[in-house]
């Protein structure tokens, strides 16, 4: 397969939540504190998420992968909500880490996988006459 504009998109959201992140750790005013940093992270990861997971056509998220990416989700949103709840920093670090690692593993994913065939549309047979 190759890259379309659902990894554009997602690798958008994902540039913002490292523009974020990186906003924190050099602690600007506004991203100074862990709440807001999560706050931010969860809505760019969700963001990311949600544009990826939307493509048309593209490869099923099932299997082994697909429980795998539900676990790594599950963990970050998390992670994020202790940042918000709590105010945590490492739950801060976690969030952005397992954004970025979901965001890497997909684009790989979708850059190498083989699509499914197009389902074949099923013909009609005509009605035979009742005699």
Do not use: K
């Not at 992140?21 to 969860?42: N, S």
Request: charged content about 10%; some cysteine.
């Amino acid at each position: 397969m190759r890259l379309t504009r659902y990894d554009a998109a997602a690798t958008l959201a994902t540039a913002a939540a490292a523009a974020v992140f990186a906003g924190h750790v050099q602690e600007y005013a506004f991203l100074a504190g862990p709440r807001v940093t999560a706050g931010l992270l969860l809505v760019t990861g969700l963001a990311a998420c949600a544009v990826n997971g939307s493509r048309p056509g593209g490869v099923p998220t099932t299997g082994t992968y697909g429980r795998i990416a539900a676990g790594a989700g599950i963990l970050a949103m998390l992670l994020g909500l202790g940042g918000v709840i709590l105010g945590i920093e490492w739950a801060v670090t976690g969030t952005f880490a397992v954004t970025v690692l979901m965001w890497a593993v997909a684009t790989t994913r979708n850059a190498f996988a083989v699509a499914p065939p197009p389902p074949v549309a099923r013909r009609e047979r005509p009605l035979e006459r009742v005699r």
